[in-house]
Every structure is written in structure tokens, then in C-alpha cells.
């Protein structure tokens, strides 16, 4: 029964953070926004205007979906992250102790980070979360050549590669993990594995250069007394301060994380005895470097510097949100510190006591990750214009996108408590949908980066013919903050109007949507990627020493 032990506590702490919301309906937070049957349309593959930010998790969602009621792969999706992640971590750690596990387990699966990230509704970043204590173990197999490691550190690196930043996450940690000597297999793999955003962004017209602006809007902070570095180092720090747990302010934060750090570092000098030290020291330093990534803007001079990088390199805006680096850092320091309470435990006659302290530990000092966040999640149902609009738009012939009014990259409505929520019409509409991509920080604009946005917000402004842009619809939705020019509206045909959304056709000659990325060599990258990752599989449950040795067998029998 020990080796339940991990496995058994994993699900403990998902359910009790996501007991709540396991029931029918929507989370629906920031950016967190699934629907209940996500279409596929061209900003899927990124073939549309829009940067590639959600590539290719929106393709991968509209396929699920097609299956799986949205609101139940959600919970599907949110458990798993908790509880592999939680479970990936306690595995790793090299030691026979069960118990020792458990440490680790916990204090990844209950991490400032993941708190964070998932009020933020970054729920495709926690997948990549999810998958590092699991990447990490996959290529340390590869450093040590075991068979078909390659392979699980495909399928270990897959999950994640939904989104860049959670792609680049993973690989990064493969390669690092698998040394130098892998190089030639583990670099390669990285550049396939993470194609279906990468095309996309190199091929886009006007290319991938972001807004400075969003340099010191998106810097790591500090969350209480300390140092941003301090709540960095504690996987803390992330830029919006609503979605930081409020326990994270208590004046004992910073001892409680100085504390973690000494253990820690106590623990990985025995993980370095364990592993050698020179795996031990790629995990480290690759954390190390996220800590210096997340903390590098509010150092002096960092700013200044990338500003610099995101206004002449293109993809470098991928490092504006600088704190989610950090989970480089938040593996070495469970397993450092489930190892450093091992270590302290052999002095102390009342070792069950001290396991079971430093188990609770990130449970007791961030009770308010518990129960959905203290209900700061719910679920919730879409009010009925929903279906109706998008069963109206999948029948009608016209063409055109959909603009959605107000001009707003987030929502506010009633129906969802006024929580702040990424605008659903994307997710649930058959067409490609406009939003803005203007990003309101601390009443801070942050300029967005599609330029045909920026031409639609022009003409909307002078109330002009919106149908020369490839806006063959509008759709206004009521009772969220922002005002709609009754103007803009005189000129449009009411088609449909309801509590929560009203749509208008445009009229005249709609003419063509702007070409995004050419299609053929990002479907092209895909079908590679996905022919990679379905070899991969086949190679871990049919491998192919099975048949060499049957074919071997024969040859002898004849």
C-alpha cells in the first residue's frame, strides 16, 4: 500500500482545491474560458491575424470538445494538472522513504505558482506545470541511456507544447536534463515538438514584435515586506496582484520562505550524492536562471533591456510575463526540500512528527488555495443567447468575421458574479471572432500586437464601413463594462437580440479577411508534430524489440 502513498495524496489535494467546481458548468477567470463546444476556425492553427498565443491548445480544444461536453473535460483537464503534477514531483525524488515523497508532492502541488496561475486561469501553462516533474525524469532515463527514454520524453514534453511558453518550459528542461551529450537528439526534438506555434509566429505578416509597454505592467512583484526576489524564490510574485492568494501578504511569508531555502539547499547536496552531480546541477541552474529570468526587469538596467529585446526581436514579448519562469525553479525546491527534511530528520527521535509538519507546511501557511480558492471559483452555466447566436451564425451564408462591442479584450457580466473573464466569443463562435487585444494593467493600456485590431478600432471610432475590413458581423454584449457608439450601430442590420448579446449583420459586400500565415507549410508542421508524437506512443506500448526478437524467434524455428 506505500506506493499509494504519493498517488492517494496527489488526489487528495486536487479534490480539495477543486471540490467546489467538480459539479456541471463553467470556470470561467481571466483566462480562463472554455466552451462547451469549441470551434475550429483558422486562428486555431494560428493561420489567422492574431499572435499564436493559444496555439495550438484552441485546435486541440476544438477537437476534444467535439467529444467531451466542455465543462466536463475542464474538470478533466483542471484534476489532472493537480494531481500529475503533485504526483510527477513526489516520484521523482530519489529516496525510499514514501513519506518523502509526500513532502515533495505536496509542496509542488501547493505552490504559490500554481495558486497563481490558476486564478489567472492560466490553465494551459499549469498542463506544462504538470508536465515537468515527469519531463525531468523522462530525460534523466535518456542521460542514463535507459531504453525507449527518448520516447517518454516526447510524450512527457507533448501536453505542454500546447501553448509556447508552456513548449519552451518543457523542452528546455528535457534538454538540460539529458546533457550535453543528447544534444543532437533532444535540440532537434525541441524545435519539432514546439512548430506548430514557432511557424506560425515566423510566418506571420508584420511579424512578432510586441509593446514595451507591457515590460513594467508584467514584472514580477513583491507580495508583502520582501523583495520581489524573495517572492520569486518562494514561486511567488506574479504581476496582478487580484489574483495573488491574500495569505501570501502575512508578514511571516518571507521566514517561512527563507527557511524552505536553507532546507532545500541542504536537500539538494543529498540529491547531488544521488543523482551526480552533474544532473543535479543542470536542474538547479535552469531554476536558478528562471528566478533570474522572473526578477531581470525589476533589477537595474532590466527594464531598459527589455524593452529593447521586445521592440527589435521578434517572439522576445514570450519574456514580458516574467515571473512564469519561475517553475524552473519550483521542481528543484520541492524535491530540495523533501530531501533536506529527510536529511534533518536522522537527528531527531520524533521523525513522523517532523514529516508530518513539513507536509503541511504549504497547506498551513496558503490555506486559501483550499476549496476553490476559498469560492473564489465557481462554476457557472452561459446564458442561452449563447447557442442561439452561434447557431445562427453556423447556418447563415454570409461571410465576414465577428467584431464583438464593446472594444475589450476582458468582461464583466452578471451572470459570472462580475468576475473578470477573457471575452468567451472566440472559443464558442463558428467564424474567426475580433476582440481587442488592448490589455488594461493597473489602468495601465498595454498595446496589442495584430495590427488589423488596431484598424478595426480606427474605423469603429469614425464610425466607418467595417465591411471593407472582413467584418461581416457585430455582436454587442450587454451589461459588461464599456460603451457601444449607438452610431456604430444605425448602420447595421439587427438580426438578433437578447438579455445578454445582441448580433447585426453588415451590410454590403463583405470583402476577404486578411491572410494570416500560408497554410500549407503550418498544416504541414503540424501533421509532422503530430506523426512525432503518435510514433513515440507506438514505440512505448508496441516496442520494437518485442517484434525483433518474434522475427528472431521464427527465423530459428525455420
Not at 75 to 88: H, N
Not at 204 to 232: C, H, I, K, M, Q
Not at 402 to 410: E, N, Q, R
Not at 431 to 445: E, F, K, L, M, Y
Amino acid at each position: 500500500m506505500r506506493r499509494y502513498a504519493v498517488p492517494g495524496v496527489s488526489a487528495v489535494l486536487a479534490l480539495l482545491v477543486l471540490m467546489p467546481v467538480l459539479g456541471r458548468g463553467f470556470v470561467l477567470n481571466y483566462d480562463m474560458v472554455f466552451a462547451p463546444r469549441q470551434p475550429l476556425v483558422p486562428d486555431s492553427l494560428g493561420l489567422g491575424t492574431s499572435v499564436a498565443r493559444s496555439v495550438p491548445a484552441d485546435a486541440v480544444m476544438a477537437v476534444l470538445t467535439s467529444v467531451v461536453p466542455g465543462d466536463v473535460l475542464q474538470k478533466v483537464i483542471l484534476f489532472l494538472i493537480l494531481f500529475l503534477g503533485s504526483w510527477g514531483a513526489g516520484r521523482l525524488v530519489p529516496t525510499e522513504s514514501e513519506a518523502v515523497r509526500v513532502v515533495a508532492a505536496v509542496w509542488y502541488g501547493w505552490s504559490a505558482y500554481l495558486a497563481e496561475r490558476l486564478l489567472m486561469g492560466h490553465w494551459a501553462l499549469l498542463v506544462a506545470y504538470a508536465c515537468l516533474p515527469w519531463v525531468a525524469a523522462a530525460a534523466l532515463a535518456m542521460r542514463r541511456t535507459e531504453p525507449r527514454a527518448f520516447a517518454k520524453v516526447i510524450v512527457a514534453c507533448a501536453p505542454a507544447c500546447i501553448t509556447p511558453t508552456g513548449g519552451l518550459l518543457a523542452v528546455v528542461l528535457a534538454v538540460v536534463c539529458a546533457g550535453k551529450q543528447a544534444f543532437v537528439i533532444t535540440v532537434p526534438a525541441a524545435v519539432l515538438l514546439n512548430l506548430p506555434w514557432i511557424l506560425p509566429s515566423v510566418l506571420r505578416p508584420g511579424g512578432t514584435l510586441s509593446s514595451p509597454d507591457g515590460v513594467d505592467a508584467f514584472a514580477a512583484r513583491a507580495e508583502n515586506w520582501a523583495t520581489p526576489v524573495l517572492s520569486v524564490l518562494g514561486t511567488g510574485g506574479i504581476w496582478n496582484a487580484e489574483v495573488t492568494p491574500d495569505s501570501r501578504a502575512m508578514p511571516l511569508i518571507p521566514v517561512f520562505v527563507l527557511f524552505s531555502l536553507v532546507v532545500a539547499f541542504v536537500g539538494l547536496r543529498s540529491l547531488a550524492a544521488r543523482w551526480g552531480l552533474a544532473p543535479t546541477l543542470s536542474l538547479v541552474l535552469l531554476g536558478v536562471a528562471g528566478v533570474v529570468l522572473a526578477v531581470f526587469t525589476t533589477l537595474p538596467g532590466g527594464d531598459d533591456v527589455m524593452r529593447w529585446a521586445v521592440t527589435h526581436i521578434p517572439g522576445a514579448g514570450l519574456l514580458r510575463d516574467s515571473q512564469k519562469w519561475v517553475a524552473w525553479w519550483a521542481l528543484p525546491l520541492a524535491a530540495g526540500f523533501a530531501l533536506g527534511v529527510q536529511a534533518a530528520s536522522k537527528y531527531l527521535s520524533n521523525q513522523a512528527g517532523l514529516i508530518v509538519v513539513a507536509t503541511l507546511m504549504p497547506v498551513l501557511t496558503m490555506p486559501d488555495l483550499a476549496w476553490g480558492a476559498f469560492q473564489r471559483l465557481e462554476t457557472v452555466k452561459y446564458p442561452a443567447d449563447w447557442q442561439e447566436v452561434r447557431s445562427l451564425l453556423g447556418e447563415d451564408q454570409q461571410s465576414g468575421d465577428v467584431l464583438t462591442l464593446p472594444l475589450s479584450a476582458f468582461r464583466q457580466f452578471p451572470w459570472n458574479d462580475n468576475r473578470t473573464q477573457l471575452d468567451p466569443a472566440p472559443r464558442i463562435l463558428p467564424r474567426t471572432t475580433v476582440i481587442d487585444d488592448v490589455v488594461a494593467v493597473n489602468g495601465r493600456p498595454v498595446a496589442g500586437e495584430d495590427r488589423r485590431v488596431a484598424e478595426i478600432r480606427r474605423t469603429v471610432e469614425t464610425n466607418g464601413n467595417l465591411a471593407t475590413l472582413g467584418i461581416g458581423w457585430v455582436l454587442v454584449e450587454h451589461r459588461t463594462p464599456g460603451r457601444v457608439d449607438p452610431a456604430v450601430l444605425e448602420r447595421l442590420r439587427l438580426e438578433y437580440t437578447g438579455p445578454w448579446l445582441s448580433l447585426y449583420r453588415v451590410p454590403g459586400m463583405i470583402a476577404r479577411s486578411p491572410a494570416g500565415a500560408p497554410a500549407l507549410p503550418v498544416v504541414a508542421a503540424d501533421c509532422v508534430v503530430l506523426a512525432m508524437i503518435g510514433g513515440a506512443l507506438l514505440w512505448l506500448v508496441l516496442p520494437a524489440g518485442r517484434f525483433i526478437r518474434r522475427s528472431r524467434s521464427r527465423t530459428a524455428e525455420e
